[in-house]
């Protein structure tokens, strides 16, 4: 089955500084990659998706790259703001609809 | 327009008791899913329903069960607690398509087992 990896596990950035977050994947079948994004005690919300057809979607000061050949995708964010704090998951999904998460990275921006 | 509603928002349970969580939407969406969070390992998916009437298990269905009430409900059952159960528990709902898996997570419960 797919098995989604995700680094790092914790990152802190100075605010204005981008960050960004990798995944990777193992089922080559797979062809839907969203980021979900979770404040502390809420739930977690869709911020970004892209489809295996495109190699990369920009929303604002979010953007999301994906190489189908090396299996791997990427969230950056620019110019980040405190806000942004908050745990950051990617996920994986094949056409059976099951979205496989990665681990989530921890996201901290300093004023 | 609530979206995902689930209850209870906590709950403490002893080793052994039975309990069933509960999720109903209201977007009438096809697909419904359950997930357990974990401090470290991400959001993982016990089951999922890609319909009414149907019920498929995810990456950790053991000690689990599930129920597809209607297209609006789907109940997650717990029929003997044991500590390792301990966890945050996420119902999300979706309109799955081939272009699109966006799925609306509820506010969740924090369940403890002693």
């Known amino acids: 089955g797919e098995n989604v990896e995700q680094h790092p596990s914790t990152l802190s950035v100075q605010e204005g500084d981008s960050a960004v977050i990798k995944c990777t994947y193992s089922d080559s079948a797979s062809n839907y990659f969203p980021w979900y994004k979770q404040e502390l005690g809420k739930r977690p919300q869709l911020i970004i998706d892209i489809r295996s057809n495109v190699g990369e979607k920009k929303d604002q000061r979010i953007a999301v790259t994906l190489n189908k050949t090396a299996k791997h995708f990427s969230l950056h964010i620019t110019e980040t703001q405190p806000e942004d704090s908050a745990v950051y998951f990617c996920?994986?999904?094949?056409?059976?609809?099951?979205?496989?998460f990665g681990q989530g990275t921890e996201l901290s921006v300093k004023p | 327009n609530a979206g995902v509603t689930q209850t209870p928002k906590f709950q403490v349970l002893k080793t052994g008791q039975s309990m069933t969580l509960q999720c109903a939407q209201d977007?009438?969406?096809?697909?419904m899913y359950w997930y357990r969070q974990d401090p470290g390992m991400g959001l993982r998916l016990i089951y999922y329903s890609a319909s009414e009437g149907t019920t498929d298990k995810g990456e950790v269905p053991n000690g689990y069960n599930v129920s597809r009430l209607n297209k609006r409900e789907f109940s997650l059952r717990l029929e003997s607690a044991a500590p390792s159960q301990t966890s945050v528990y996420f119902c999300a709902s979706s309109e799955y398509s081939l272009a699109k898996n966006i799925q609306y997570f509820g506010a969740g419960t924090r369940l403890s087992v002693l």
């Open positions: 977007m009438n969406h096809n697909s």
């Open positions: 996920a994986a999904s094949n056409q059976g609809g099951k979205l496989i």
